[in-house]
């Protein structure tokens, strides 16, 4: 019998996109739209939660954006507040109940929250409430902020949202949805991306700038790391609960996560990538005859390893761009169907040719290897694999999903080492310096570069650690 499988595409994947909106009589609408434009952000549920200043209703359910939503639904969504999220799930937990945003009934009403980012010590703070009498439902890190918020005693909602945050240790971009507010909140080092927008007199409060530009609102700032902001009737009014940090904004958004047209951190992510390849081909020329990307992964970087370089792109590969996560497999053998279901070379361009072949990042290296495969099997002459990115030598606490770090190729191999695994004809990174460069950070102090160098900014407990591979972020995928 035919059986579905999941698609091993082998990457790092983020976990979540958040969209909110204040003040506008299409507020479901406009979120349904925000949550679109985040789709590459988490493909596997999606959720809105609206206010009408009396009634806080939520749907949400497993399934794209616009699977989950059409009009009947979007029609019992009522109100001119909303906030939205749109998740990736691993293996283990697909399923409806962790679907984003919780919404919840405590002593000072309704609240709704969502949440982009990884905490680092929820399991303690979990086990420190559970003995305090605390049921769980989830193996969430988003219920224990909701535990904490429902036990403050504080009056003003600002107070009972800071006292709880200031317990948390690690990456958060929140939302949260009461009757009356909407309150955006970013962890002190900004791991994760949090912008303000304005459509009208509606204010907005999104991951990425691409969701803004769907419905034609403006952009005008980050949500700086460590600021609460609160939005009501009365107008945005911003808080620094938290004591301050130095800055730990994630590199791996602008090597791979975000969308190229978005601008993250400050500063468009595309412009990233071309100069991530042009600092490739400084590094890491090749005797080649054309460059050719790993579709979409590697689009920008190989645009800008062809304009350093002076090779001519050509794309040598073809990506299906409406495969899942999961399909049927025939029963007939394919060789390597997961990675040929989404990508087919080109022969006419490939053959006979010596080939730059540019990807972001290699995780495992099984991806990598059947891809090279396919290259030279269509006629390539040579394949120079070109990354750009360091070696990825540790998993991420801070909110992606990752393989565990004997998982990670580079962990365990060096260069020389992978090139053999993934059969290339050479193999070469970016370097430390050179991504840093790249992002416009040359003196490092702004982003989180961990999974490539090992120090992580917001250290992790060895019980906490255990707890993240079992239920955070490094499951299998
Ligand atoms: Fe981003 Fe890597 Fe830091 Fe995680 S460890 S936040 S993926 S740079």
Known sequence: MSQKVRVDDDRFHDRCGLFGIFRHGEAANLTYLGLYALQHRGQESAGIVTSDGEKVRCEKGMGLVNDV????????????????????????????????????????????????GNLVNAATLKQQLEAAGAIFQSNSDTEVILHLYARSHKERLEDAISASLTKLMGAFSLLFLTRDSLVAARDPWGFRPLVVGTLGDATIVTSETCALDLIDAEYVREVEPGELLVIDASGMRSFRPFPPEPKAQCVFEHVYFARPDSVVFGRNVLESRLALGRQLAREAPAAADIVVPVPDSGMGAALGYSEESGLPFQWGLIRNHYVGRTFIEPKQKVRSFGVKVKLNPVPSVLAGKRVVLIDDSIVRGTTSRKIVRMVREAGAREVHMRISSPPTTGPCYYGIDTPSKHELIAATHDVEEIRQHIEADSLGYLSHEGLLKAVADPSGNRFCTACFSGRYPVAVSQPEEWQLQLFGSHKQL
């Open 69 to 116: 939503f059409d009009d009947k639904r979007l029609q019992a969504l009522p109100g001119d507040r909303a906030i939205g999220h749109v998740r990736y799930s691993t293996a283990g937990d697909t399923v409806a109940e962790n679907a984003q945003p919780y919404l919840i009934d405590c002593h000072r009403g309704p609240i709704a929250v969502c949440h982009n």
